[in-house]
């Protein structure tokens, strides 16, 4: 086996070891925040044919420096640009693969600034925990592109659950909507009370991620009472500020899982025909085209790497890879066939593939601000 084999194959390992997580992905790739951000814009871009038109403009952009080599040799000393596009010509179809097959919550239709706005008015968090602790915003730090910051509010109790936390009634966001959110024991209330007409719904992801905050909630409180008396005065602020900082964080988790559910719920009852395009089909057909896509990706990736450090006898496979872009871009045309097949009714082909665009391009939106903080 040559060496260029061997790094085809070694980082066809790495790549195929996380196809279904994407943070591992994003460091073996080693993709910045400006990559991120770029390629963002040129999705925006991808007006016609969305996705698809987006990933045959990448491919082109990763080929073009590679053909120049047949007249120009001096092009196999700068490879980093088409390297680093071709670290998201992997990266693209796993992340769409992903979203296909829901093992990435697809992103509201609505604007980010929307989202944004009602996941505010749905985060608060307490100020008080049996003390009166001074309130104090905080964020979480999750491994994830769509976190949001946290609120003050304050704890109360609610019948045999327990403790919980309990935010302000009103938030800038709600005042500027006319809209009152409800505070997190309403949260917990309104839980049981769905339980109770749909006992199913106690294995549903958000409700779990809901029980388990609260019961940490729980935990944490009786901590604090029994830690609170044995605190010097001088440390006391410093103590209460910390359980303030664990209050805020559950309280917002909380919060986050409500809005997810009940959005989710909502979407379940609503015609077919008036869900986003994502939700109208099954992709999972689409798995087996969205790997090769993939592991075509790996292997231009892996060879202009490998060429990059090696330089020397490489002009060739270069040209000769670049060669291959027709094949490659064959995979492109055979996805928008594919789509025309799950979804044979008008251009709804294509609406699924500018579909595709958003949901990746608002998620390297967000990557890009997550890894930048």
């Known amino acids: 086996m040559s060496e260029l084999e061997k ?38 871009f991808a007006v016609e044919e969305g996705v698809v038109e987006y990933k045959r403009g990448l491919l082109h952009s990763i080929m073009y420096p590679l053909k120049s080599l047949k007249w120009d040799s001096k092009a196999i000393t700068d490879l980093n640009p088409p390297l680093r596009e071709a670290a998201l010509g992997v990266l693209t179809p796993a992340v769409q693969r992903l979203f296909a097959l829901g093992l990435l919550r697809l992103y509201s239709t609505k604007t980010p600034e929307k989202d944004a706005a ?18 104090q915003s905080s964020g979480s730090g999750s491994r994830s592109p769509a976190g949001h910051a946290g609120r003050t509010g304050r704890t109360d109790s609610i019948g045999d659950t327990g403790s919980v936390p309990k935010g302000p009634r009103t938030s800038p966001s709600s005042e500027q ?24 719904l ?12 609260l019961k940490y909630y729980n ?30 964080e559950i309280a917002q988790k909380i919060a986050a899982s409500y809005t997810t559910l009940i959005n989710e719920e909502m979407e379940r009852n609503r015609p077919k025909e008036q869900l986003p395009i994502l939700k109208r089909y099954d992709f999972e057909t689409m798995d087996k085209l969205f790997r090769e896509q993939i592991a075509n990706g790996a292997r231009i990736f892996s060879t202009i790497r490998h060429a990059e ?16 872009e027709p094949y490659y871009a064959g995979f492109f045309d055979r996805e928008l066939k594919n789509y025309k097949q799950i979804a044979p009714f008008d251009d ?13 391009l608002r998620y390297y939106e967000r990557y890009a601000e997550w890894i930048a903080r």
Do not use: C
């Open 7 to 44: 790094q085809i194959t070694g980082d066809w390992y790495e790549v195929r070891s996380a196809l279904d997580e994407p943070d591992t992905l994003v460091d073996f790739l080693n993709i910045a925040p400006s990559e991120f951000t770029r390629a963002a814009e040129q999705l925006r």
């Open 118 to 135: 009602n996941a505010d008015s749905a985060a608060k968090a307490p100020s008080e925990a049996g003390t009166s602790a001074p309130a």
């Open 177 to 200: 909507s006319g809209e009152d959110p409800p505070d997190i024991k309403s949260v917990v209330q309104e839980v049981k009370n769905m339980l109770k007409d749909k006992p199913e």
């Open 202 to 213: 106690r294995n549903h992801q958000e409700v779990k991620k809901i029980m388990l905050q």
């Open 219 to 248: 935990t944490e409180l009786e901590k604090m009472r029994s830690l609170a008396p044995n605190i010097p005065p001088e440390k006391a602020e410093g103590f209460k500020r910390n359980f303030q900082t664990t209050f805020n």
């Open 309 to 324: 450090q090696e330089k020397y006898q490489m002009r060739e496979i270069l040209v000769e890879l670049s060669a291959g």
């Open 348 to 360: 709804d082909y294509l609406k699924i593939s500018r579909a595709f665009g958003t949901q990746v």
